[in-house]
């Protein structure tokens, strides 16, 4: 039973692999020639990675003692300056002593209320509140941040090492939300760190991106793609990428001869490219003119019978006319 299992399985395969050698050799290509001639443009070099908005500098408040928050004078997005008074909190001694006194009627309540005064909670900084969420009435310790402030929202790229030495501070660079793809916001390298992590098992070092004007719309934990500008020439002359070829230490494009048909191989130094094209630095000038060989595929035409599986229509018999 096992060898008719292994007969059939064999047989599947035989069957499969004749008919997709048979499918593929059915498939003609051919090489379709164009010529053109090297243009003069705008060409950059970009280095694009991810990054998360997150605070330069995050500064959790908190209390000096333990006790209760009496009242939040700030909320979220709000703009504060250092020696702001952010909230009022009363220690554990003065909540209870309230307490007690509100028992006792309105009279003894502001009695205590100006005699023992709450403990104001100051902005160490100029920022933004990011985080505020303790309510009046809540009791706190102090270990427990009553208001987080950022001075300034920025982009923490994460570079890879085969990349970061093409990064420097000042570089200008483009940085695009994933919940805001539409907008570009520029922006430059502040800092690049020293330390390296590993993510995914990829060493990379993360850069500081700052923005030229924080959108209200930035928030702290967002995903973002950065794009550093490594080179830029407004006035290169560009080649298509598929007209470049490579050999082990050089490259070279087909120049067609004047007056002649044929092509001769020109070797070409090259600087900056894109994702399109490649800047040429030199071997070649404007009035050249490049050949293009492209490979194109061409499916056999449907045909009845050529596939071999399929059941073939008889032509008629003229037997018996």
């Known amino acids: ?39 003069r443009g705008s060409i950059q070099s970009i280095i694009s990675t991810t990054g998360t908005i997150l605070p330069k500098n995050r500064l959790e408040v908190k209390p000096p003692v333990g006790g209760r928050a009496e009242e939040l004078l700030v909320k979220e997005g709000d703009k504060v300056r250092v020696g ?25 309540l502001k009695y205590w209320q100006d005699t023992y005064k709450p403990i104001p909670l100051i902005s160490p900084i100029d920022g933004e509140v990011i ?16 208001v987080v402030l ?25 940085i695009t939300l994933d919940a805001y793809p539409e907008v570009k ?56 990428q598929e ?28 600087g900056i490219s894109d994702d399109k094209n490649v800047e040429i630095v030199s071997g070649l000038s404007e009035s050249d003119i490049v050949v293009v060989d492209s490979k194109k595929y061409e499916l056999p035409k449907n045909d009845a019978g050529t596939n071999p599986f399929m059941p073939s229509r008889r032509r008629p018999s003229n037997q018996g006319r």
């Open 185 to 240: 916001i520029k922006g430059m390298v502040e800092h690049i760190y020293y330390e390296s992590k590993t993510v995914n098992n990829v060493t990379v070092y993360e850069v500081d991106v700052t923005p030229d004007e924080v959108p209200g719309f930035f928030r702290s934990g967002m995903n973002a793609e950065i794009d550093f500008k490594e080179k830029t020439n407004d006035n290169a002359l560009l080649l298509p």
């Open 84 to 108: 702001q008074i952010l909230a009022w909190i009363s220690s554990t001694e003065r909540a209870a002593l309230l307490d007690a006194a509100r028992g006792k009627g309105e009279e003894q």
């Open 1 to 39: 039973m096992l060898k008719i299992k292994i007969a059939v399985v064999l047989a599947v395969v035989i069957i499969v692999g004749v008919f997709l050698f048979y499918r593929s050799s059915n498939k003609s290509s051919y090489k379709e020639a164009k010529e053109i001639t090297p243009a």
């Open 243 to 270: 007209a470049v070829h490579h050999d082990k230490n050089s490259a070279w494009v087909l120049v067609k001869q004047a007056g002649s048909t044929e092509s001769i191989k020109t070797k070409v130094e090259l």
């Open 131 to 146: 985080v505020a969420k303790t309510q009046a009435g809540q009791t706190i310790t102090a270990a427990d941040a009553v």
């Open 150 to 174: 950022s001075d300034q929202l920025i982009t923490r790229a994460q570079v890879d090492e085969t990349d970061i030495g093409k990064i420097k501070e000042g570089q200008s660079a483009v």
